[in-house]
């Protein structure tokens, strides 16, 4: 019975088509990932003429303060956005190529906002809030358009590579620890 587990995992991370290259790498996508979420904040803050800081979870500006209320909009939109645009790259990668590593790219990109808007709230310290709240819209409404979208790339690239929901129960235990061992590292560098 003992012996049979490890063949049972080992035979469906095989069909799953995760082997060891996609367990090592996760983790470098999941901080890509993070970072790129946070290089959009960034750029659009910058692009509008604010001095911005970034690190690895976070982008502001240096004294805390943007140059127009609309430039906090903006910026806020540019982390879901960078986002977004990773998970159609990706796609597109899928598509062409049939990648389980770019699947994984796009995979890691819905679940970092999946994971944030879930488990972080639907609080003003998420970007799809702040947005929404800005806008004068529901506070689940953005979330939800970020979530929507993200969720049909993601379920379109699962349908190219004919994966099945056990793989992405596999990809999802990948994502959780990524996730985890990212914001636990930057907690540990604040």
Known sequence: MNAIVPLKISKDLKESQIDWKIIILFLPIAFFTFFFHEFGHWTFGEILGNDMTLSLNNSTTSNGNFKDASH??????????????????????????????????????VFSRFYSIVFGGIVLLQDETRIALKLGVNNYLISGIVLAILFSILWKCHKILKLNLKALGYFVVLGVFATLIVIGLNELIK
């Open 72 to 109: 906090a909009l903006w910026s806020a939109i540019g982390g879901p956005l960078f986002t977004i645009i990773q998970a159609l790259l990706f796609s597109f990668v899928v598509w062409k190529t049939k990648s389980i590593i770019a699947y994984s790219f796009v995979f890691v990109a």
